[in-house]
């Protein structure tokens, strides 16, 4: 099938929203088919469910849902792909690895443009996906080596020694969420296969179309059959996916309540399972911030993708000295981002991905005003049709930042998942020479969850001193981003296990322990 799209110049001219969609060139709409055993195979029952754009409201593609036979079928190819392709050496699993990330790259605008129409995405969000899924997978492709040496270690009192295997741990489940189809799906499969796994993998229900154009690139690159299977369905067939009796690993980026139902069945069949799931990160200032510097972060930081982030930090939590000036400047700032059609490039904010999480943060953002919060920016839904023709339809909400959010407040302690920031305020003794940053680390670390976090202060030493009290797996300094080669994971309500670097493949790995004597 083509991967090719476009939009005509007239369609890039066009105000009205649906217009500009009508003129789009997409190879992937309303499909019927599964990708099993190295090809693409017509689903026994053909109904399709809906996909829609939640910047317009149209319903304009849609998947079938597999069957438990299909569900058979696709984990039964991978099991019986898995000896062939766990005896290639990783060396030889690294060369596909590099030519999936050329196909990726050679599918970026139709698989950026997918993705925007299924979740909403601003284009200039989805038009890094593909760069960056080919990173990852490039990334792995350099730890070859590593998979390929002998490790012998000797035993401490001589005379004997250890060959450690490392072997592929088998076939792999891999369930992804709504709001990065992509790059959530390759930080597993990328080390998945690299070690040698075979794997099943199960798209979120909103956006199971772009993930296709990853499929495209693994066919493309001539990986062998078997070895990458994607079915779609709704939540229950994840259910049934997780609980296949031909599973040996678990792998989901989602929400805290769905993760512990997986980690639950997983840990009734011991079964390896890792998860990333939700966040509610701070991002602490220090009384010596330079706050026009973290102005120039603060949307990728604390708003990234319409909030709709696990990562990003939510609350911001200011000294008391410059508590007023710190919300006027984030207040500023996201007020600033431009909210419209996620498909135009000079968009910030778009919509909200589904009509379910649009009332899920309308919740949140009626709780913050009923419990005394102080909207210096947005504060509510978009009123209809005042973003432009053809938007009327979509799931927009203003770009909301709170101020005096106390620490009891909903807002401040549930994730939300949506254009919502929360400003609090902590006691740095005046901001003198002699501040103390305990009051902040202790609302930072007053969560259920452990993902990530920001600290912003000029003296990056005592910044780092900070940063090592937060209680999360990830926090940056003066800085947002994640490493490939670092592990990337949650604490607490956060998650299970770690992602990217050299960690995140050994959670594909199943290490055998050969004894020999030397003497």
Excluded at 243 to 253: C, I, M, S
Aim: net charge negative.
């Amino acid at each position: 099938m083509s991967t090719t799209a476009g939009v005509s110049a007239d369609a890039h001219a066009a105000t009205d929203a649906k217009a500009r969609r009508a003129a789009l060139e997409l190879p992937y709409t309303h499909v019927d088919d599964f990708f099993i055993n190295g090809a693409y195979v017509p689903a026994a029952d053909p109904e399709g469910s809906p996909v829609t754009d939640p910047a317009t409201g149209e319903v304009w593609g849609s998947v079938p849902a597999a069957t438990g036979g299909e569900l058979d079928t696709a984990v039964g190819s991978a099991r019986a792909a898995l000896s062939g392709w766990g005896a290639l050496s990783a060396a030889e699993r690294a060369r596909y690895l590099v030519r999936i990330a050329e196909e990726i790259e050679a599918r970026a605008e139709p698989l950026a443009l997918t993705n925007t129409r299924e979740n909403g995405s601003p284009i200039s969000e989805t038009r890094g996906a593909a760069a960056n899924a080919a990173g990852i997978f490039r990334y792995f492709a350099t730890l070859a080596d590593w998979l390929d040496h002998d490790d012998v270690r000797p035993f401490p009192a001589g005379g004997a020694e250890s060959v450690v295997d490392k072997d592929p741990v088998g076939v792999c489940a891999l369930i992804a969420p709504w709001n990065f189809p992509i790059n959530l799906v390759v930080i597993k499969l990328a080390p998945a296969l690299l070690a040698g796994c075979t794997v099943v993998i199960k798209p979120a229900s909103p956006t199971p179309l772009s993930l296709r154009f990853v499929i495209d690139a693994v066919q493309a690159a001539g990986v062998p059959a078997g070895v990458v299977n994607l079915l779609t369905g709704p939540g229950r067939f994840g259910d049934a996916l997780v609980r296949h009796p031909g599973v040996d690993k678990v792998a989901f980026t989602g929400s805290t309540p769905v993760g512990r139902k997986i980690a639950a069945a997983c840990g009734e069949l011991l079964r390896p399972v890792t998860l990333e799931l939700g966040g509610k990160s701070s991002a602490i200032v220090l009384p010596d911030a330079d706050l026009d510097a973290m102005s120039s972060v603060l949307v990728r930081s604390c708003m990234r993708n319409t909030g709709q982030t696990c990562y990003i930090s939510t609350r911001i939590i200011a000294p008391a000295s410059r508590y007023e000036e710190v919300v006027r400047m984030v207040g500023e700032t996201i007020a600033a981002g431009r909210q419209g059609d996620p498909l135009d490039e000079a968009t910030v904010f778009g919509p909200v991905a589904t009509r379910s999480q649009y009332e899920t943060v309308m919740e949140y953002v009626d709780s913050a005003h009923a419990e005394g919060a102080r909207a210096v920016a947005g504060g509510a839904a978009v009123p209809g049709g005042s973003l432009g023709a053809g938007l009327e339809d979509g799931v927009f909400i203003q770009p909301t930042v709170f101020a005096d959010v106390t620490a009891d407040m909903r807002i401040s302690r549930e994730e939300i998942f949506g254009p919502v920031i929360s400003v609090l305020r902590y006691d740095d003794a005046g901001g003198s020479g002699d501040w103390s940053a305990d009051e902040a680390v202790e609302l930072a670390n007053n969560t259920e969850f452990g993902l990530g976090g920001i600290v912003f202060g000029a003296d990056e030493e005592r910044a780092l001193e900070v940063a090592r009290r937060v209680d999360s797996g990830s926090v940056g300094i003066n800085f947002f981003g994640s490493n490939h080669s670092a592990p990337f994971g949650g604490r607490h309500d956060s998650g299970m296990g770690v992602e990217y670097g050299l960690e995140g493949l050994s959670a594909y790995l199943s290490y055998k322990s050969i004894h020999r004597r030397t003497r």
